[in-house]
């Protein structure tokens, strides 16, 4: 499996490593978790940290007044590859509940998680909401399931249930306001599905190609009718092989896609070596703009929350794949 902390290391020096890894992990978890406190104050906002910024955006929409969100991950950081400190491990000890997004996208923090569930601390992971018929399996992975939820727009309800219900459970002083801020989220999300859906049916169909860094896309491809391929795998943490760009290069040129897009956690120099491989096939492919996969863009910005961010994406989608400037050509 790419996802779990033991691929992070390997041979014998890699196996003490991961001995001594865990270990710290046991120490820290079981030490902050013996310290921390579960009372809040009658005026107090409930303490609860989130993992990404796409978690932690759908917990600030919810909690809203009566919750103090503290993210783990920054805009631009890779959930793949985030290996949480002692402070990090802190904060989530700390806090009174602790919410992820799961099915092993944080994957070098899945012993913290399970440490801390063994230690009677509340986690939510929030990809594991959705019912497992609706999950897809990562390609290649028998079992697995791809994590990237939260780019169906309709799976993501499911998520913002689960946050609802989970503040009520814990903070029962409000959970009036939660589930009321709940049921207005999902309204927005509903309009926000229906947008999308507009939106991407101006692309012609023979366009709807959506080709990217990683494999995070499969979601949005099933739920919007879009081919979706990616240069690496569901996780960033495998590289690709010069294998896997030739490959893709084939496809670009055969199929004659217009423009690939790079995504802003992931390093563009995987799609220059791709755009590379299909120019010295004699086919000019554009770089169709920059998406937001696995966390959202700077809070200051439009894309700096979960519907910005998707707006962000579809448009950039759009215009790329529907514009005559977007338009491939013949070198």
């Known amino acids: 499996m790419i996802f779990g902390a033991a691929n992070l290391f390997s041979g014998p020096a890699g196996s003490a490593a991961l001995r001594g890894w865990r270990a710290a992990v046991g120490v820290a978890v079981a030490v902050t978790v013996g310290c921390s406190g579960d009372e809040v104050g009658p005026t107090e906002r409930l303490p609860a940290v989130a993992t990404t910024t796409i978690v932690a955006d759908l917990v600030r929409e919810i909690g809203g007044p009566d919750v103090s969100v503290v993210s783990l991950m920054g805009p631009g950081i890779d959930p793949h590859l985030f290996k949480p400190s002692e402070g990090d491990i802190a904060r989530m000890s700390r806090a009174a509940i602790v919410f992820y997004s799961g099915l092993h996208l944080e994957g070098k923090m899945t012993e913290v998680f399970e440490r801390m569930r063994q230690l009677g601390r509340p986690t939510v992971p929030l990809a594991e909401c959705v019912p497992v018929d609706k999950r897809l399996t990562a390609a290649g992975f028998s079992g697995v399931y791809d994590p990237h939820v939260w780019f169906d727009v309709g799976l993501w309800k499911h998520a913002a249930s689960c946050v609802s219900e989970a503040l009520s459970e814990h903070d029962p002083r409000h959970a009036d306001a939660y589930r009321e801020r709940g049921r207005r989220y999902l309204e927005r999300l509903d309009a926000l599905e229906a947008a999308v859906r507009r939106r991407i049916e101006q692309v012609p169909a023979q366009r709807r190609v959506l080709v990217t860094a990683h494999d995070a896309f499969a979601y949005f491809g099933r739920a919007y009718g879009i081919e979706v391929r990616g240069l690496l795998g569901v996780s960033t943490a495998a590289e690709a092989g010069a294998a896997d760009v030739q490959e893709l290069a084939d496809f670009i040129t055969e199929r004659r896609i217009p423009a690939m897009f790079v995504e802003s956690s992931v390093p563009e120099r995987y799609v220059q070596a791709l755009r590379e491989a299909v120019e010295s096939r004699g086919w000019q ?41 977007g338009a491939g050509h013949e070198r």
């Open 285 to 325: 492919v554009s770089i169709g703009g920059t998406l937001f996969s696995d966390a959202l863009g700077d809070p200051q910005t439009p894309a700096g929350s979960y519907i910005g961010t998707v707006r962000h994406n579809v448009e950039t989608i759009v215009a790329a794949l529907s514009e005559p400037s």
